[in-house]
């Protein structure tokens, strides 16, 4: 075990654990931040998505030896009320079915409106070409973030 | 064929998993108690997780001081006039939680933001069996809910009658008011909850609205769920944590009925955090501090494998065996243009996006559960039969459902908790990675069918023959289609993979097969295929669906060169539904251009949660024609994870277009449905754009003929 910092949601943590924990189960099994979901392990559904300093990142995939200063946003941290014109345009176009995928794909959304507040259908089809949603929730996904690049800044 | 050995845990799974009509019955006996009997003193459990369809919704809750109204155990309405609903039926995706409220909403009078719900406690004693398969939830819970709803506003209205001094009858509801005959005064329900609480419980069950009253059934609410759900609040099974909880996986036989000669944990004992090894029936379970170091301790692991009597079972042997348990067909009537065809179907995984999971609390007589399962009491009393302990002792939280799909009606992983948490005595959360899921589900059923059939001289079809040989399950297939003398016969053959019911269960298989015949029967008689359906079709419903399918994807409408249309109906579960899907070819490749589906499931409660099962489904017939299989080798499964049992991605989507319609006045069942008319569409777009045919899934067009 050794000591690692890092900053999720804009705060400091202090965790001790193994140097190649991935940084998903110390978000959900030492930070106690379960939103971020396991789905595979291996990189290879997204469900796990956060971003890092912005950019997408599966958390399953980084070792939280290897996060050092950059920060970490998870879906607890995306806005302070659940407002991220993405959660909204989740809600309104009732995306979720089962659920379990979609704060892998509303992160994914946030990191792409961010690089590209107006993603063409291209765009997205890039960004989720990685991201499994089991319950199809697919038609759904696209016309949400749509209308959320509508209003997103 | 029968000499293939057959695997020890064949078809049943636990808790009766294997029992797919299982219906969601408040028996009537238990309805009067719960309407005339049990009385206001009867709280409702756990009210610690709330969920409403408002963002922020579950928080604005003022608390005002004073008595909750509490008729039954259904439904409580609070000072605030907030009502929450008890929820019986688990959510897997399919929306019970939001469709059900609905029902109590509606009667009720209650606006949609002022309703919360909540998951029952799994107590059969309370309300009857609690479980999800066989698309039942609304067809079995319509009626009961608004009953319950309208009995529950009969004693608000009664509590205003009495304060009022006025003839209960000639008092209204609406938005969570009772209003007087002549609408001047009106007392909100949060108002009444004191009053109500000492009222009678009807004896008489109250009138239900009609259809034309209603605001909220057939018009549609957004999720309760969503709020958390798009927050990271929503608490799945995998997202349990109890004080003293440690965290378990298990390593499990490479080969349907493996079993273990030996293991060295040496090396798993010096990871870090693994506290414990213990051997259970399933395999061995590393105990660790925390998720990784269970993994960590598990990767450590050496296993010395006893492959036992599967050790040479393949893919290539299951084909064969099924292939050599066809029969002859009948011979075709004189004359008659005959046409023989067969189509091959691969096991298929269940592959919940949520990986199975369970935290287990075993202690001296008692145990308690936090899970996701489609079949909470039939699950508690697996529990309670396993320990040995009554089953009122095995408390059952049903978490959120990341997905079912019918995996969940088995219940390996709550059992592999139980046994480790007894085993180690502290409470545990086991979990399957998502390669312990592909490699140990029970399977959709892989199958073969063979057919011969025959045309006439006038393009009228003579003769149809179907064999469906499924490798586990059961069943035998039918036809929608007027075909005299139509023969159909359904056999098993005995493998050792375990196989289980997969949304739409043997439809998968049948209603795919038939449809990509009578398309090879269209074929021989020289008849648009829309057409020669149409024509042949018994049910009114079906023809509906599937002449509202071919307008709204414009059938007639000629296409671009190496573009195809295929089209495909199915009727079941109470429900119709037809697809109309559009795709070209460019080289090896398929793309999908637009899926075109139509339903009817009579009323359909909830508009948005019609259109999201039907899109979902939709998915779902995509993935499984063009992309996912499970294949066999070794006695074992070959696919890992999401890298080779590929599904469907935003980016290979076609553009989906729902219709609903109402064709009957009583709802039917939508989780299965949309399923099984999309993979023939797929074909027999497939055989439009290129003249060959499908004899295989999933679709590769190296392989067409
Ligand atoms: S869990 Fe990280 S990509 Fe699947
Ligand atoms: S909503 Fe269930 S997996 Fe996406």
Redo the contacts between chains.
């Keep these: 075990?050794s000591q690692f910092k890092i900053n999720v949601n804009g705060s400091e943590h202090s965790v001790d654990?193994?140097p190649?924990?991935?940084l998903l189960?110390v978000l959900?099994?030492?930070l106690?931040?379960?939103?971020?979901?396991?789905?595979?392990?291996?990189g290879?559904?997204g469900?796990c998505t956060v971003l890092l300093d912005g950019s997408e990142q599966q958390s399953c995939q980084i070792p939280v030896s290897a996060v050092g200063h950059r920060k970490v946003t998870?879906?607890?941290g995306?806005s302070k009320?659940?407002?991220h014109p993405?959660?909204?345009a989740?809600?309104?176009h009732?995306?979720?079915?089962?659920?379990?995928?979609?704060?892998g794909q509303?992160m994914a959304g946030a990191a792409l409106l961010k690089k590209n507040p107006h993603p063409t259908d291209a765009d997205?089809?890039?960004v989720?070409?990685?991201?499994?949603?089991?319950?199809?929730?697919?038609?759904?996904?696209?016309e949400a973030i749509k209308a959320a690049a509508g209003v997103a800044k | 064929m029968r000499h293939l050995p057959t695997h020890s845990r064949s078809n049943q799974g636990g808790g009766g998993g294997g029992k797919v009509s299982n219906r969601l019955d408040i028996s009537r006996r238990s309805f009067i108690q719960i309407v005339g009997g049990v009385g206001a003193s009867l709280a409702l459990a756990s009210f610690s997780s709330l969920a409403c369809a408002d963002l922020g919704g579950a928080k604005a809750a003022k608390l005002k001081k004073g008595v909750v109204f509490a008729p039954n155990a259904f439904v409580k309405v609070d000072p605030d006039g907030l009502v929450t609903v008890s929820i019986i039926a688990p959510d897997a995706g399919q929306g019970s939680r939001t469709s059900l409220a609905m029902l109590v909403a509606e009667e009720l009078d209650v606006d949609w933001h002022n309703i919360r719900v909540t998951q029952a406690p799994t107590d059969s004693a309370v309300y009857g069996n609690q479980g999800i398969g066989g698309s039942h939830t609304i067809v079995s819970l319509y009626q009961e809910l608004r009953e319950i709803g309208a009995a529950t506003r009969a004693m608000l209205i009664a509590a205003a009658a009495k304060t009022w001094e006025v003839d209960p009858t000639t008092l209204k509801t609406a938005k969570g008011h009772v209003i007087s005959a002549d609408g001047k005064k009106s007392v909100a329900y949060g108002d009444l909850t004191a009053m109500a609480a000492t009222m009678p419980l009807p004896t008489v069950k109250a009138e239900l609205k009609k259809s034309e009253a209603f605001n909220l059934i057939g018009k549609g609410a957004t999720r309760v769920d969503n709020p958390d759900v798009v927050t990271g609040r929503a608490k799945y099974g995998l997202d349990v944590k109890v004080p003293g909880m440690v965290y378990a996986v298990v390593a499990r036989t490479p080969a349907f009925g493996a079993s273990i000669k030996s293991f060295d944990d040496s090396a798993t004992k010096k990871v870090p955090g693994v506290l414990e090894v213990v051997q259970i029936p399933s395999g061995v379970a590393v105990v660790g501090t925390n998720t990784w170091a269970a993994l960590s301790g598990r990767q450590a692991l050496k296993i010395d494998w006893e492959m036992g009597s599967n050790a040479d079972l393949n893919s290539a042997k299951i084909t064969e065996a099924m292939k050599a348990a066809v029969e002859p067909h009948p011979d075709m009537p004189a004359g008659s243009k005959s046409v023989e065809a067969s189509l091959q179907f691969p096991y298929l995984a269940h592959a919940t996006m949520e990986p199975l999971n369970a935290v287990a609390d075993v202690q001296e007589g008692r145990c308690t559960i936090w899970t996701g399962s489609q079949q909470p009491t039939g699950h508690q009393k697996d529990v309670a039969g396993l320990l040995k302990i009554p089953v009122e002792q095995v408390t059952l939280n049903v978490m959120l459902l990341g997905g079912g799909f019918g995996r969940r009606l088995y219940d390996e992983y709550i059992i592999d908790a139980v046994n480790v948490s007894k085993a180690i005595k502290k409470p545990v959360k086991l979990m399957w990675t998502r390669e312990d899921d592909m490699k140990h589900d029970n399977y959709r059923p892989a199958c073969f069918c063979s057919f011969r059939g025959a045309v006439d001289g006038s393009g009228n079809p003579v003769g149809w023959s179907h064999q469906a040989i499924q490798a586990g399950m059961g069943g035998r297939p039918s036809i929608n289609y007027d075909i005299a003398n139509a023969s159909n016969k359904g056999h098993t053959v005995r493998i050792g993979v375990p196989t289980g019911p997969w949304r739409s269960v043997e439809n998968t298989l049948f209603n795919v097969a038939n449809e990509c015949f009578i398309d090879e029967l269209a074929h021989a008689s020289g008849k648009d295929p829309f057409e020669f359906r149409r024509a042949l079709l018994k049910d009114d419903r079906l023809r509906k669906v599937l002449e509202v399918a071919a307008e709204k994807s414009d059938w007639s409408k000629p296409l671009p060169a190496g573009h195809g249309r295929g089209i495909a109906c199915f009727h079941g579960y109470g429900s119709y539904a037809a697809h109309v899907i559009e795709l070209s070819i460019e080289g090896n490749k398929i793309r999908l251009h637009k899926a075109t589906c139509v339903v009817d499931c009579g009323i359909a409660v909830n508009p948005k949660g019609v259109e999201a099962q039907m899109q979902g489904a939709c998915t779902d017939g995509l993935s499984t024609a063009l992309r996912a299989e499970i294949t066999i080798d070794k006695g074992g499964v070959v696919q890992d994870s999401w890298t080779d049992y590929r599904w469907m991605t935003l980016d290979a989507m076609p553009k989906v277009e729902v219709t609903i319609l109402q064709g009957g006045d009583s709802p039917g069942g939508m989780g299965e449905v949309g399923y099984p008319s999309v993979a023939p569409a797929v074909a027999n777009a497939v055989f439009a754009a290129t003249g060959k045919r499908v004899r295989k899934f999933p679709i590769k067009v190296e392989e067409l003929v």
């Excluded at chain 1, 106690?32 to 979901?37: M, R």
């Excluded at chain 1, 009732?94 to 704060?103: F, H, K, M, N, R």
């Design positions: 075990m654990v193994a190649d924990m991935p189960w959900r099994d030492v106690d931040l379960t939103g971020s979901k396991f789905g595979c392990g291996i290879a559904c469900a998870t879906i607890e995306l009320d659940g407002n993405l959660q909204r989740w809600i309104e009732d995306v979720p079915q089962c659920g379990y995928c979609q704060a509303i997205i089809d890039d989720f070409a990685s991201h499994i949603c089991r319950c199809g929730t697919y038609q759904r996904i696209r």
